[in-house]
């Protein structure tokens, strides 16, 4: 069966047109475009992806309005379900608000917005995100975010690493968060959240194309191609 995703638009996302384009791109079948108010998701979904952007202007918490979004009743119990969530960004931020992963994306530690191509390590190529890269590969993708500072407890924080659910690590300092985490799974490993966009970098000639073995090695996974 073809391929089959779905992507969620929130009021103020600005990445959704992105995240389509580079999941048509590699997987031959463009993706469902999915409405915030939407209640109820598509039948037989293979991936979601909460895209990036700033869901409701960034009011209150990022991510905190997005989370409240009727659609994200039904993404919580499709992830419960086994199906896996992608969230990049703002997605990332709403991830946590709607804890589906651990931790809290606060201020860069600059109080700074950060808008360049970072490098990347990555941590964990166990997870149907990561099993087209190599463990410990070296990577570059482009971040843009005002709160990508990724903050746990210590616990939470032991309990990430302990069990290699860090996927991927700032090569450098890029905004204070705690271990250089740029990216973190569940424990299933079929939800992740990461700060970073592999969807800006699919194809050289937008700089670089190092986020397209994310998509490529989750679809090659999920469609068992």
Do not use: K
């Not at 970072?118 to 463990?135: C, H």
């Not at 990508?148 to 210590?154: E, H, P, Q, S």
């Not at 996927?167 to 905004?175: I, K, P, Q, S």
């Not at 705690?178 to 424990?187: F, H, P, S, T, W």
């Amino acid at each position: 069966m073809a391929f089959r995703a779905a992507v969620v638009t929130f009021p103020g996302s600005n990445c959704d047109r992105d995240m389509a384009v580079a999941l048509e791109q590699v997987s031959g079948t463009a993706p469902i475009r999915v409405w915030h108010g939407d209640a109820a998701l598509p039948e037989r979904l293979d991936l979601i992806a909460l895209p990036g952007g700033f869901s409701y202007g960034d009011y209150l918490r990022c991510g905190a309005m997005a989370a409240q979004s009727p659609v994200m009743r039904a993404v919580a119990a499709a992830a419960g379900r086994g199906v896996p969530v992608l969230g990049v960004c703002n997605g990332f931020q709403v991830l946590t608000e709607a804890g589906l992963l651990p931790g809290a994306l606060l201020r860069n530690a600059g109080l700074a917005f950060v808008c360049r191509t970072v490098p990347l390590t990555v941590e964990n190529n166990q997870s149907l995100f990561t099993a087209g890269y190599q463990a410990g590969e070296a990577i570059r993708l482009p971040v843009a975010h005002h709160d990508g500072n990724y903050f746990a407890d210590a616990a939470t924080l032991e309990r990430l690493e302990g069990e290699g659910r860090v996927a991927f690590r700032y090569g450098e300092d890029v905004n204070g968060s705690q271990g250089r985490i740029a990216g973190v799974l569940n424990d299933a490993g079929t939800v992740l959240g990461m700060m970073p966009h592999p969807e800006r970098a699919i194809e050289p000639a937008h700089g670089g194309s190092d986020g397209r073995a994310l998509f490529a090695g989750a679809i090659g996974a999920l469609v068992g191609a």
